[in-house]
């Protein structure tokens, strides 16, 4: 952990300190918890705060589009869905329908290669086009949706159970048994982290997600939303869907080593029976790590914070400063800072000097035309 880590884990106080002057070389606040969460996209990064969220993308030309537009959740439709336990489900299924939406706005901004431009469609997106229509691009979304989730499904749940399976004439005990499956499970995620991150695009998507780590820890610290301020801040964060995933596997390896089966079957078929149970109660321990401060938390977060040290990278400045125009799209960060810190920043003016282009959102899509 690095020193600016630990001194965010410390109670401080920067009363002496004049509000206009301060950089995270002033001792900051105890992290206060703001409400607002977002997701690395293709160059550039989602924000949101309650029902409204923001996508900010690097251009080719250096300018800086930032859409915004609300989205609302399946809990906030229909209450009892808020329940503990069965909350976690459905907002992961609202975070990964958000998420597709906001991944295929930024990949809009991808500089098209003109060969590939000047050909004529194929006969598959010839009758997608015709038969879809306008409906084509949510279509995409859900199949792209439904074929990543069950490729993660094979990945991370079926294949680990198929080895472990292998396993069990030398492990005949079930606790052994489920934790060497668990082992597997863990080792498979971080291979398999380290295999992609090592393309450039995806490397540079880590570097976005840290820079969203990086603005929330800041204004949660009580300090102004400068590349500066957000630079020097902590990659980590306890509200990561990292974290979640990390949470996930732990809790599964505790659940499976006391559930006992006969079969390899029997075993496939409670581990995907049993993924809403495990969800549900992975984000109900996200929650609380994210939530509050205290020695059970701070441990808690250790697990999900070395995790996180795969999934986020330092970025640069000019990923920085698109991850603060997207949170300043949605977050008024010093109403926030003044109502939970008494700090006043209202005549510190944004640090967001790239050009800005305002992507307008008509009936629910964003027009990027002539942007």
Partial sequence: MTDTEKNFLNDTTNAEVPAENMTLSSPPQSQIYSGIGGQAVIEGMMMRNGQRYSVG???????????????????????????????????????????????????????????????????????????????????????????????????????????????????????????VEG??????????????????DIARTFQYHGAEHKCINCVEHGLPLTVDNVAASSKEHKRCGTSFIVYVMLISILLFMVIRVDTIWMRLLSRIILIPVIAGVSFEVLRLVGTHDNALTRLLFIPGMWMQGLTTREPDRDEIEVAIAAVERVFDWRAFEKQTFGLDFSDRPSDVHSTLVDIPVVDGKPVIENT
């Fill in 183 to 200: 082992v597997i499970r863990v080792l498979l995620f971080i291979i398999y982290i380290k295999v992609i991150s090592r393309t450039p």
């Fill in 57 to 179: 993308v690097r251009k080719p030309d250096g300018s800086i589009a930032v859409m915004e537009d609300t989205y609302i959740s399946m809990t906030d439709k229909h209450p009892f869905l808020k329940a503990p336990l069965i909350r976690g489900v459905f907002s992961f299924v609202d975070s990964m329908v958000l998420g597709m939406r906001c991944l295929t706005f930024s990949a809009s901004f991808l500089e098209d290669d003109p060969e590939e431009a000047e050909k004529e469609p194929t006969k598959l997106e010839a009758w997608l086009d015709r038969t879809f229509g306008d409906k084509l691009e949510p279509v995409l979304e859900t199949i792209v949706m439904i074929f990543s989730f069950v490729v993660a499904m094979l990945l991370f749940v079926i294949f680990p159970t198929w080895i472990a399976g292998f396993l069990k004439p030398v492990l005949p005990h079930e606790a052994l048994l489920g934790l």
